[in-house]
């Protein structure tokens, strides 16, 4: 098995787990607060990774570029709107459907990276893509009555609109890290996958953290003392995020974007599988047949892609 298949799985389900805290913590805070979070608490995790390749192991540091400024601050900005876009699904009452169509992230991320940096995937990835798109999306509608004008209201509606603009900003983001850390191989002797992943990163989350502590300093003061207060639990949510973190952008740095975010479609069904064994729901035929849709798509993607 390939480096980054593994890395994928295991990336997978930290974001499972990362998005189940946050949505804890959007209970007890704004959106702003919740997404802040994701980033402020994950610096020292971050820094702590840099710091072990490098003075643990031994591994030099890259030289940045302009190239990798560019691409590091677009990715950084494309994620924060695409968190805050997401979070932002949870005080939805009804946002399944929503974040569904967040999922639709490998297909654009195909697109975005097809359109700004010429980077095409197979006909067989294509395929997979879309096989997985399709589970997740038959997923998004399982719990309702199915009808034509269901399923248009589905689409239209705000909470998929805001689904699919999440998606297209992660896409955008993916595409955006993949290309940072791949501008920094030649100041290394050679490539070196984590080094790069770990040092874009670091970069990137620093980034984030004061641009949102600056905005919530001029705009939502309200936020920091409710911040503080969930300190707890923002420590699980830091170092879920950043770990998840430091391995997509090992991953993507290995593989394709596009790629990488079609495997981890592989985290719907650990949601699922939290969801059968340990809150004992229950799931209906279609949620079953979009998951096995899901898997037929992994499965194409790790034969095919």
Known sequence: MELWIGITFVSAFLQNLRSTLQKHLKASMGTTGATFMRFGFGVPFALAYLAFLHFGLGKPLPSTNATFAIWAVVGAMAQIVATFLLVHLFSLRNFAVGT?????EPA??????????GESVSSGTVLAIAISVAGVMLI??????LSPTSILTSI?????GIGLASGAFF??????YRSASLSLAPSLERPDAMMQASFTLVVVIVLQTLCMLGWLVWRERSELPRIAKAWRPGIAVGFVGATASFGWFTA???QHAAVVKALAQVEMLFAFASTVFFFKEKINRLE????LLIVLGVLSLLAFG
């Not at 569904?100 to 639709?104: L, Q």
């Not at 239209?156 to 998929?160: G, N, P, Q, V």
């Not at 896409?171 to 955006?176: D, L, T």
């Open 252 to 254: 993507m740095t290995l």
């Open 140 to 145: 998004s509608v399982a719990r309702t009555e």
């Open 156 to 160: 239209f509606s705000r909470t998929a």
């Open 108 to 117: 654009q991320a195909a697109i975005i990276a097809l359109i700004v940096v």
């Open 288 to 291: 079953v047949t979009g998951c």
């Open 100 to 104: 569904a169509y967040s999922r639709t």
């Open 171 to 176: 896409g955008m983001s993916s595409v955006a």
